[in-house]
């Protein structure tokens, strides 16, 4: 029974997470190192600093260019991933401390329930990813489009170079906290990270444990529609 699992990610939604995961680890590298937050050997293996610096802007604007085209032919994609991950039902607030507890005690007792697809705690980590990869990339976009002639000149530059640092900081703060959890290193998250990186599914205790309400309904739907589990589709 422990060896059960749940569909929780297609392949084409793996593929795309993947390739979005390399391209801002590569940007967040290659930012830190026009930063000058990486040693200097490191900036010349990433190509010196015009090398890298181009590297960071071309792809930065690829990424911007992606995103918008992705949000545009996929919007009923995009608005339930964004619906998932704003709506809060009454008591999910409190589900945070009651699962550190919960946490905390290891193994004893019943993890709290909420009846999101992303439990509460992934889903303010979500919001702080989506706030901060849409100003990055804004501003991203402003500064490669940068002339002096633009309205405001020199103080523009310096207030979009200000939103894209402070942006880079808060993806890079929510990211170490998704990395954490996406990789299974607390005990509550073990095998997660098949759900993108492997075959797409997530033992049933986890996900019984981390989203009870989408687990129970999964179960059920799995039984009255067994196509869902063979073609694998998302949940
Ligand atoms: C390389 C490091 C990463 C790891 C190990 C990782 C791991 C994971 C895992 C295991 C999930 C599934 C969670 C679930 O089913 O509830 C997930 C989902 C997600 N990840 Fe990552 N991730 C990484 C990088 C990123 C990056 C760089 C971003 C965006 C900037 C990102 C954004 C997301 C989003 C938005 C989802 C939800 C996708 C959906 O359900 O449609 N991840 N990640």
């Known amino acids: 029974m422990d060896s059960a699992t749940l ?3 297609g392949r084409g939604v793996r593929m795309l997470h993947g390739i979005n995961a390399l391209v801002v680890l ?10 000058g937050l990486l040693p200097g050997r490191a900036v010349a293996l990433l190509g010196g600093h015009l090398g890298t610096d181009a590297a960071h802007r071309l792809l930065g604007l690829a990424f911007a260019v992606a995103l918008v085209v992705l949000v545009a032919t996929l919007p009923r994609r995009a608005g339930r991933l964004l619906r998932d991950v704003v709506r809060f039902r009454h008591g999910d607030w409190r589900w945070p401390l009651r699962f550190l507890a919960f946490y905390g005690a290891r193994r004893g007792g019943r993890a709290p329930f909420h009846d999101g697809r992303f439990d ?8 702080g990813l989506v706030l901060a990869v849409a100003a990055v990339a ?3 976009v402003y500064l490669y489009f940068w002339t002096p002639a633009f309205p ?12 894209h640092v402070a942006a880079a900081w808060l993806l890079i703060a929510c990211l170490c906290l998704h990395v954490i959890a996406g990789s299974g290193l607390p005990w509550t998250h073990r095998g997660l990270v098949a759900a993108m990186f492997g075959n797409g599914r997530v033992p049933a205790v986890l996900a019984h444990t981390l989203w009870p ?3 129970s309904r999964m179960v059920a739907d799995t039984r009255q529609r067994p196509s869902i589990d063979r073609d694998h589709r998302d949940a």
């Open 7 to 9: 569909p929780r990610h």
């Open 26 to 35: 590569i940007l967040l590298v290659t930012g830190l190192a026009l930063g």
């Open 120 to 127: 509460p705690a992934q889903r303010i980590v979500f919001m």
């Open 138 to 140: 804004a501003s991203g």
């Open 152 to 163: 405001l000149g020199q103080a523009s530059l310096a207030f979009a170079i200000r939103v």
């Open 213 to 215: 309400g989408w687990a």
